[in-house]
Nanobody
Framework: DVQLQASGGGLVQAGGSLRLSCVTS????????IGWFRQAPGKEREGVSY????????YLADSVKGRFTISSDNAKNTVYLRMNSLKPEDTAKYYC??????????????????WGQGTLVTVSS
């Protein structure tokens, strides 16, 4: 079965950096698109970024463009989200999510059917 384990969250001051990791198992990594979405208390989920593993194409939401980078280590079946210049408004629980790439093209990241426990990112001002 599809398993996704996100880690790397924590407390950081505004302007700081974190790297989130999403370790995956139970599926053929190359067939999938892996994404990150976040949810802050009292707010709706927001798609942040994805990477289509087989061709490396990526997407970043406008709110994080220029500050966040997504990458994958295909040998480790792991996706990373590097977050620089963090702002208090980036505070949220971050989830990695996955779907077959042929389906992921048609739906937002927040609707990918497979996701894990999430990791909490808190940015202090």
């Amino acid at each position: 079965d599809v398993q996704l384990q996100a880690s790397g969250g924590g407390l950081v001051q505004a302007g700081g950096s974190l790297r989130l990791s999403c370790v995956t198992s139970g599926f053929t990594f190359d067939d999938f698109t892996i994404g990150w979405f976040r949810q802050a208390p009292g707010k709706e989920r927001e798609g942040v970024s994805y990477i289509r593993v087989n061709d490396g194409s990526t997407y970043l939401a406008d709110s994080v463009k220029g500050r966040f980078t997504i990458s994958s280590d295909n040998a480790k079946n792991t996706v990373y989200l590097r977050m620089n210049s963090l702002k208090p408004e980036d505070t949220a629980k971050y989830y990695c999510a996955a779907d077959f790439s042929y389906r992921a093209r048609e739906i937002p990241i927040t609707e990918y059917p497979n996701w894990g426990q999430g990791t909490l990112v808190t940015v202090s001002s």
